[in-house]
């Protein structure tokens, strides 16, 4: 039986799906491990280094996950999750194997048709059920604003630079469609003026806590 070390629950914000141990069903479907009848075993490793494992047994509508877990560095527990799986039709002919997510989320079954599942906690679950984001999705709001607006701009043919003045308009493009590009820049310009301000807002009052305590207990 394999150990998959933790599945572990950051605390810093929301966990992301790239931050957790996943199984891909294409992959397994790939390496055979969903034939009925097999059992064997499936691991991660990083720079060549096994870093945890699971093993695995394959029946006809489901596949068997078996491990040992550890949360938040607690016990190691021993969990032997059954998991369904489903075919569906391909676009172009034939089928895939899919998961049905296991995982009950305040008493409802999730059922959810995945390709993937995530560890973030104890069971092998949807990121739906682990309420999981994409990397992508945990940028601060700032850096959304400043990136639309960098494309926004590049759009025009500008460099990306804050301080470079929207460029003139473009031989052949109409005078309506360059308008309204330089004032959806505009706007993405003052919004990330605005985040950036309220950023810089709450680093300050934390600095200002920060020099508090220090003073307190110097
Ligand atoms: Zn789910």
């Known amino acids: 039986m394999g150990g998959i070390g933790s599945g572990r629950r950051s605390g810093f914000g929301r966990d992301t799906v790239e ?7 294409d992959r397994l479907h790939k390496a055979g491990c969903l034939a009925p009848g097999h059992w064997g075993g499936w691991e991660w490793s990083r720079d060549g280094q096994r870093i945890a494992s699971i093993s695995m047994r394959a029946h006809k509508e489901r596949l068997v996950l078996v491990y040992n877990v550890r949360c938040d560095g ?4 021993s969990v032997e999750e059954p998991v369904p799986i489903t075919r569906a039709p391909c676009r172009y002919g034939g089928t895939r194997p899919y998961f ?3 995982g009950v989320v305040n008493g409802i079954a ?3 048709r995945v390709a993937k599942l995530y560890l973030d ?9 682990y309420r999981l984001g994409y990397a992508s999705q945990s940028e601060g709001a700032l850096d959304r ?3 639309k607006a960098t494309k926004l701009r590049h759009r025009l043919g500008s460099g990306s630079r804050w301080d470079e003045p929207t460029p003139p308009r473009p031989k052949g493009m109409w005078r309506r469609t360059y308008e309204r590009r330089r004032r959806q ?3 993405a310009e003052f919004l990330a003026d605005e985040l950036f301000e309220v950023e810089a807002a709450g680093l300050i009052a934390r600095l200002m806590r920060h020099d508090r305590t220090k003073r307190f207990w110097s």
């Not at 906690?121 to 949807?126: P, Q």
């Open 19 to 25: 931050g957790c141990r996943s199984l891909d069903i």
């Open 74 to 77: 607690g016990e190691w527990q």
């Open 100 to 102: 049905l997510c296991p």
């Open 110 to 112: 999730c059922g959810r």
């Open 121 to 129: 906690g104890r069971y092998f679950l949807c990121r739906h059920c």
């Open 145 to 147: 604003a400043r990136r």
């Open 185 to 187: 820049i505009l706007e």
